[in-house]
């Protein structure tokens, strides 16, 4: 199967004001792509890491007045959820469209990788593109480009995941929602395949 690109629609989407309209826009428009990415991308992932991985699409079911800012589809090793694991991660703010490799504060494997991080952050900032960025903040848009980011601040990152009960980390590509590979499905799947590879190896040292 083919997966659709996304259109300035979907993106808008995520401004809608009011929660009712924007999750009637989101559940009409955005997830039916989301969903469609997190089948195909399912099999290369489960080859790529070696473990049977499973899409979770966001429901956003939890939210009363506030419409989500962002929306997603997530892959992990576990068919109940993806919150407590390392897992990959497709989505898109109004602004843009995020492709990352993420360890979020529900889960206990950010002190492996903390640790990781804060005795070998050169190691690791060689092995990352210089234009996927970091973030320790999985709320808000944005990070710093591993091209800026420095050794030190790397393994401070690595210090603050282990002692920081609330602290998280990301890593991968953000493209503005002008970005042309956005709009054609095929060149959509290639690019989260490629990010994925090369976000494998900080997956593989967060166990």
């Known amino acids: 199967m083919s997966i659709a690109g996304f259109t300035t629609q979907d993106f808008d989407t995520m401004a809608i004001p009011g929660l009712e309209p924007r999750m009637e826009s989101l559940i009409a428009n955005v997830r039916p792509k989301l969903e ?3 089948t195909e991308i399912k099999p290369f992932l489960s080859a790529l890491t070696g473990d049977e991985m499973f899409p979770h699409v ?8 506030n419409p989500p800012n962002d929306t997603w589809v997530a892959w992990s090793s576990s068919k109940r959820g993806y919150k407590a694991l390392p897992h990959f991660q497709v989505g898109l703010f109004s602004t843009h469209l995020f492709i990352v490799m993420a360890v979020i504060y529900e889960s206990s494997n950010k002190e492996i990788i903390g640790r990781y991080l804060e005795q070998h952050a050169s190691e690791v900032k060689a092995k990352v593109p210089g234009e996927y960025y970091w973030s320790m903040d999985h709320m808000t848009p944005g990070g710093k480009l591993n091209s800026e980011i420095t050794e030190q601040e790397l393994s401070e990152m690595g210090r603050k995941l282990q002692k920081v009960k609330k602290s998280e980390i990301l890593c991968g590509l953000s493209l503005p929602r002008s970005s042309e590979p956005l709009r054609d499905g095929d060149n959509l799947a290639e690019l ?14 967060s166990f």
């Open 192 to 205: 989260i395949r490629s990010t994925f590879e090369a976000l494998l190896p900080l997956y593989k040292i």
């Open 36 to 38: 469609e990415i997190g």
């Open 58 to 65: 966001a429901k956003h079911a939890r939210r009363t007045i």
